[in-house]
């Protein structure tokens, strides 16, 4: 690492120069987290709570049947979130789920979390019964309760908390309440008290955001400390200096619709355009040659499955910001870009519907619709393309393992048997891409698996691509393999290769299908966190533009 390797702009990575452009409830939730109670211990039956049948893996949460059950007659749906490690719990009357264009106002709670426990939400439900009680007879809002830890200024994570409920429920943006009952009046730092569903409370309706960068964020919040990954050694390299160009935009820009911004975009030559479609945006953004009428050429569009809802103005600068890399490639001509996702699988079945009133709108070439996701959105992404594998020509996944373990319970996607089994009848170019080393493990990285779950997770992976599976000895003897590749992702790899780019080792493998063909393909990149760091997209494009898809067979056409 060069530590005097710095960049316009350079300071920004400094999460100080982002105080002006805080959430305004920043301080109220600073002073609650530190006055709400200790919850009251809940009675554990058992030893080990995670072999209990209403254990869920990834919120490291014990839903207990007996009450879960008690709750459902009661016409109450409990769910229990997480997101980076930190959890919450909505609570929701199924009779407003219904309907998506009929809003509900929403109830916040801040609860004391002790992030070990598994019994967290069962404490939170006996605590607040008589609040859930009040909140199914008048059937009409929904309630948030949200994990603060006195130590740690939660301010972001309850953020992008509340950003992930408007997305998955009826929720209202103008009419959001924090409850505000352990505060005396006068720390309420000169908001107005008022009172919902017999609670003291604020009215934070539109009143929430920050406007903050993402990649700042996660710099600061610990991602880079993580083992092998060193973030000044990120900041101080041309990968940082890439990442600093959309990060500038977050610092600059609160609204899309911003002038600055839209010049910005103009003069890439592309336009930005924010659409509605039953009750739901979605944006565009389109290379100005493919609109200006001197072309029948039509062009591939890349589906980019990232929040753009109503709820978060903010959230689509980072949608513009963490994508900025895909905008300069179609900046060039050789796509349109469409942004929409929403936090639920079939919600997102809304996408297909979107694509074809884009299809009629615009000159896309309908044999090179390509998708991507980051994340959590990758998980999407890969269900989207197992449901419609005849409209995709490929796939990138990115920041999500390339493995596929047996599910256990509350992953965004769960690759079940009938879901790999069902992909393996379709030849679906995919690119899994991401950090090495990153929070979530990384392609080929999955630290909850044990050996035999590791080469069986590999195998259902490799079957989902059509591709011939290995035996134990030859995955398991990869991590002491001469080859580099096989070496960092502790699989054995049909070709292999090594690039250095803006300053980090690119790990590429590409496995070879029954029909002999290179249509899958891994790149773990050296010490990259949990972003969208600047090669993924350009590797991604260099993957997927090779493959179309014939809309008449559903064949896998190769270009290059």
């Given at each position: ?373 980051h994340s959590h959105n990758s998980a999407f992404a890969l269900e989207y393309y197992r449901r419609h594998p005849l409209e995709i020509a490929a796939c990138s996944a990115m920041n ?161």
């Amino acid at each position: 690492m060069n530590q005097y390797l710095t960049y316009p702009n350079f300071e920004l990575w400094d999460e100080k120069k982002w105080e002006f452009n805080g959430s305004p409830i920043a301080p109220v939730i600073r002073k609650l987290s530190a006055t709400v109670k200790e919850l009251p211990a809940y009675p554990d039956p058992a030893a080990e709570p995670q072999k209990e049948p209403g254990y869920q893996l990834k919120p490291n949460v014990v839903e207990v049947p007996a009450v879960m059950e008690a709750l459902k007659e009661n016409g109450i749906l409990c769910v229990t979130k997480t997101l980076g490690g930190d959890r919450w719990t909505q609570v929701i009357p199924e009779s407003v789920l219904g309907d998506r264009l009929k809003k509900v106002p929403v109830l916040v709670f801040l609860v004391r979390a002790d992030k070990p426990d598994p019994y967290w939400t069962m404490r939170v439900l006996e605590e607040y019964k008589d609040d859930i009680e009040k909140m199914a007879s008048a059937g009409s809002y929904l309630i948030l309760f949200l994990a603060v830890d006195p130590e740690h200024d939660f301010t972001p994570e309850i953020l992008m908390m509340l950003t992930e409920c408007f997305a998955l429920y009826p929720a209202d943006i103008d009419r959001l309440y924090l409850d505000v009952t352990p505060l005396d009046s006068n720390e309420l730092a000169g908001w107005k008290e008022t009172e919902y569903a017999g609670r003291r409370a604020i009215d934070i309706s539109r009143k929430w955001e920050a406007a903050k960068a993402h990649n700042v964020n996660l710099y600061n919040s610990g991602l880079q400390k993580e083992p092998d990954v060193d973030g000044e050694w990120l900041v101080h390299s041309m990968s940082g200096k890439a990442l600093m160009e959309g990060v500038v935009l977050e610092y600059q820009y609160r609204h899309a619709d911003e002038p600055g911004l839209m010049q910005f975009l103009r003069q890439m030559g592309l336009q930005y355009e924010a659409h509605e479609y039953k009750g739901n945006r979605y944006i565009t953004v389109t290379p100005l040659c493919a609109l200006d009428g001197s072309s029948d050429h039509k062009i591939p569009c890349l589906l980019t499955m990232m929040e753009v809802a109503y709820t978060t103005e903010h959230g689509v600068v980072t949608a513009l910001s963490n994508y900025l890399e895909y905008l300069k490639i179609a900046a060039e001509g050789e796509f349109m870009m469409v942004f929409f996702v929403l936090e639920d699988m079939e919600d997102n079945e809304l996408l297909s519907e979107i694509t074809e009133e884009c299809c009629a709108q615009y000159p896309i070439d309908r044999s090179r619709i390509y998708l991507t996701g980051h994340s959590h959105n990758s998980a999407f992404a890969l269900e989207y393309y197992r449901r419609h594998p005849l409209e995709i020509a490929a796939c990138s996944a990115m920041n999500f393992p390339a493995i596929l373990p047996q599910p256990k319970g509350g992953e965004t996607a769960p690759n079940t048997d009938e879901w790999i089994e069902k992909m393996s009848h379709y030849d679906l170019p995919l690119i899994n891409i991401g950090g090495y080393n990153e929070v979530h493990g990384g392609p080929g990285i999955y630290p909850v698996v044990d050996e035999e779950g590791w080469w069986k997770g590999w195998n259902r992976r490799l079957r989902s691509e059509r591709c011939p599976e290995r035996t134990r000895e030859e995955i398991l003897a990869a991590s002491g393999s001469r080859n580099i590749v096989e070496r960092a992702l502790r699989v054995p790899a049909d070709k292999s290769e090594v690039l250095y780019l803006m300053g980090f080792e690119h790990y590429i493998a590409d496995y070879q299908n029954v029909d002999g063909k290179y249509h899958f393909r891994v790149v773990s990149v050296q010490n990259m966190p949990h972003m969208i760091t600047p090669t993924l997209a350009a590797m991604s494009w260099n993957f997927m533009r090779r493959f179309a898809r014939n809309l008449e067979t559903g064949e896998t056409i190769e270009l290059y």
